[in-house]
């Protein structure tokens, strides 16, 4: 009974067979959505081995239960107690790797329009041997000479691929809102029930950017610091409240008639995020009250035992890392694509309301199936690509830069740690900032578009 698995297990590893799980009870997986999880998992296995390399916990731990920790290190070069293989020295050669891995596909891939050539077939399996190659990517970037200036050019790199992959996540978002709202719009037509949906999510999203504003107004400020604080949380909330009432105003209800508040509540409830991350991010700040130093404007919970940091820096991370996986992923789609304009999607759109909007975009029915005793794969792609392989490729290797540089702190990495990964840095706090006002003019954009490019829209 396990052979037939075992040998399609084996093909999908060193073959160019879609990959499966070796469970018959999973349900069936579409061959471009195993790849792409594929792909997601080698990405964040290099992500999680790049944190562990920030962790001093870690490194404590190893130096007291490995035997002869120190002697082992000196034969694999690695230094003492191992320092080359730790901190962000170490971050930027692994993300090197992985970039270089990514990379290396996005280019190969360039204009495969076909699953049935050699190279989509690369792209698709030999999962062990791109492993391999992978592993040995990540390793020889630990053999690079002159470190220091490969580290000062490394790092400028990283910063401008992180800021771009970051614009991806932020037209993405707004993609999301404006696609959220269409789809379930489309069900008001045959079942009113989803115009009571839509209200009892616009209100939930409002509630919690409202609920958002008193809290940071709260916790976040003091009447004698904090300045920054209350001046960017006021501006940060006149401008959700701006593009809701631009959102319903009657001009822009006349040229998309379905803009309504649903994307205004998405966009705020985000940005209020950001800006208390931004807040979360920037140095503490500490005032004299009744003749004691004391630290203002800071998290409540954060503010006293190790356990309460160690819960909001691990949901923190857990937040950042969704983000940029569901960003990966998500951006190849064909809608995402064509909002990104990589892909032009011809075809007129047809919307069917359901909860799930975010996931098939395709809903065609593929009947060619392989069928062994391990998990069936739908063959979708024998007449076309489903996404643009080259780049998907591309958008990890932007993410490779932006995981490098968020797990660093950015510019701020001297003697950063992991488990102070939300701790202050004003380059995180700027960038924050920013990525609040970048996301509200984006959507103003989608907003005003119609209005500056009429015929575009018109045809």
């Not at 020889?140 to 910063?159: D, S």
């Not at 990525?435 to 005003?448: G, K």
Request: hydrophobic share 45%; glycine share 6%.
């Amino acid at each position: 009974m396990c052979t037939p698995c075992c040998v399609s297990q084996l093909a999908c590893c060193c073959g160019s067979a879609a990959c499966s799980c070796c469970c018959n009870c999973c349900p069936k997986i579409k061959q471009s959505t195993g790849t792409r999880i594929m792909y997601a998992l080698y990405f964040l296995l290099v992500t999680v081995i790049c944190v562990i390399m920030m962790s001093p916990t870690v490194e404590d731990m190893m130096k007291d239960n490995i035997p002869f920790y120190n002697e082992l290190c000196e034969k694999m070069n690695a230094g003492e107690n191992c320092k080359t293989l730790v901190g962000y020295s170490a971050v930027y050669k692994m993300c090197f790797g992985m970039a270089c891995f990514f990379f290396f596909f996005s280019v190969f891939t360039l204009r495969i329009n076909s699953s049935t050539g050699c190279r989509a077939a690369i792209h698709n399996g030999f999962w062990l041997l791109k492993f391999i190659l992978l592993a040995g990517c990540c390793t020889g970037a630990f053999f690079i000479p002159q470190e220091k200036i490969f580290l000062e050019v490394w790092r400028y790199i990283g910063a401008a691929g992180g800021a771009i992959f970051l614009l991806i996540q932020l037209m993405l978002l707004v993609e999301f809102a404006h696609r959220w709202n269409t789809n379930w719009s489309s069900g008001v037509e045959y079942n009113r029930l989803w115009y009571a949906a839509l209200a009892f999510v616009t209100l939930i999203l409002f509630s919690i950017a409202v609920g958002a504003v008193v809290f940071m107004g709260l916790y976040y400020t003091h009447p004698k610091a904090c300045f920054l604080n209350k001046i960017f949380l006021g501006i940060n909330g006149s401008l959700c409240l701006i593009v809701s009432l631009l959102a319903i105003s009657p001009y822009i209800q006349k040229l998309q008639p379905r803009s309504g508040l649903l994307q205004p509540g998405v966009i705020s409830v985000y940005v209020m995020y950001l800006t208390f991350s931004a807040f979360s991010s920037k140095p503490k700040e500490v005032v004299e009250v009744d003749g004691m130093n004391q630290t203002v404007c800071v998290f409540p919970f954060n503010s006293g035992s190790e356990s309460d940091k160690q819960i909001v820096t691990g949901l923190g991370a857990v937040i950042l890392f969704a983000c940029i996986i569901y960003s990966c992923l998500t951006s190849t789609t064909k809608r995402s694509s064509a909002a990104l304009r990589v892909y032009r999607n011809s075809e007129p759109e047809t919307e069917r309301a359901r909860c799930c909007f975010c996931f098939g975009d395709d809903t065609e029915d593929y009947e060619e199936e392989k069928t062994t005793s391990g998990q069936s794969v739908v063959y979708d792609e024998h007449e076309r690509t489903i996404y643009c392989y080259s780049f998907f490729h591309f958008v990890f290797f932007l993410g490779s830069l932006y995981v490098m540089m968020s797990i660093t702190n950015w510019f701020h990495y001297d003697d950063h740690k992991i488990e102070k990964l939300l701790d202050g840095s004003w380059s995180v706090f700027w960038l924050k900032v920013v990525s609040c006002w970048v996301c509200l003019f984006l959507y103003i954009m989608t907003l005003l578009a119609p209005m500056m490019c009429p015929k575009r829209f018109e045809a």
